[in-house]
């Protein structure tokens, strides 16, 4: 699954090299879709060099179909994976996009339609996986809602909840319907967020329900560890992703220069995320490493 080339010592830095804003300010309709965007968001890690650190694995990646999930599915498959990713039945090209750059590099790819605030096809997912991939060894717990608010009064409770059921419930489902099926030396994912560290004025929901994550994975991990179970948490920053065009509290300025506030002066491309859930999944890599949240937030400094 290696790549040949190697990235040139005098080629311009990675860092340097990401679209920097002002991006389009093109808002998406719910629940976005990437193949709509016009800056098309970087997934393909073009210098990422795999090593076979998931050979033999399979992992179920929730909204693999676009953003940081497509850029893991991807990553995860170049390392040797098989990967089952969850969409919802709008999402369906995006997802046949994603199970098709799986599927290039000589892995299998499923793609399984549903609502993850559900918790039956939360069950449905994990089973489904198992079944036509043989077995479970990652699950990566990622897709998101989310929708701006000027005040806490403008969330309406059917909000709240939409967003719990997908942000935090459908994580504790999936982990509850996968733990049975996973080995020592398995990894468990999940997708926080800088707002669950710092908060978010205008995220109230979307930031409590990535705190809640970040204290359930913390738990989690300490409840697995004698059955050789790794949990831990990626926090990313601003990410150029479909999620922020579809917020609809965020406005065309709010698009336009996305990520401009973080030390980086820029938002992050998925391939600078990806290889972080790479890291955490491989048990070579990361053996020794439980209950962490790993931050990947542009510079923004927290307390720890």
Not at 187 to 214: C, E, H, R, W
Not at 228 to 238: D, E, K, Q, T
Request: charged content about 25%; overall charge negative.
């Amino acid at each position: 699954m290696a790549r040949s080339s190697r990235p040139q010592f005098d080629e311009e830095p990675q860092m340097s090299a990401e679209p920097w804003p002002p991006y389009p300010g093109e808002k998406l309709g719910k629940p976005g879709i990437e193949a709509d965007m016009e800056l098309q968001p970087r997934w393909q890690a073009a210098r990422y060099l795999a090593a076979g650190k998931l050979e033999g694995r399979v992992a179920l990646i929730t909204g693999g179909d676009s953003g940081i999930g497509r850029a893991v599915a991807y990553l995860y498959a170049l390392e040797g994976a098989d990967v089952a990713i969850t969409s919802l039945p709008t999402e369906c090209e995006d997802a046949r996009r994603t199970c098709e750059a799986v599927q290039r590099v000589g892995c299998r790819a499923v793609n399984i339609e549903g609502d993850l605030t559900e918790p039956a096809f939360c069950r449905e997912a994990v089973e489904r996986t198992v079944r036509e991939l043989g077995r479970l060894d990652i699950l990566v717990s990622n897709a998101a809602w989310q929708n701006r608010k000027e005040s806490i009064e403008d969330i309406t409770p059917e909000e709240w909840h939409r967003t719990f059921r997908t942000n935090v419930d459908a994580c504790f489902y999936l982990c509850q319907a996968a733990i049975p099926h996973l080995r020592p030396g398995s990894a468990i994912i999940t997708t926080a967020s800088q707002v669950g560290l710092l908060g978010s004025k205008n995220l109230l929901d979307y930031a409590a329900t990535k705190g809640a994550l970040i204290a359930f994975t913390k738990s989690l991990a300490q409840a697995l560890i004698e059955q050789g179970i790794r949990v831990n948490a990626v926090a990313p920053g601003p990410v150029w992703t479909p999620l922020n065009p579809a917020d609809t509290g965020a406005s065309h300025r709010k698009i336009e220069q996305f990520g401009a506030n973080t030390p980086m002066g820029r938002a992050a491309q998925p391939e600078e995320i990806a290889p972080a859930y790479v890291f955490l999944a491989s048990d070579a890599d990361s053996s020794y490493v439980k209950g962490i949240v790993l931050e990947e937030m542009g510079g923004t400094p927290t307390s720890g």
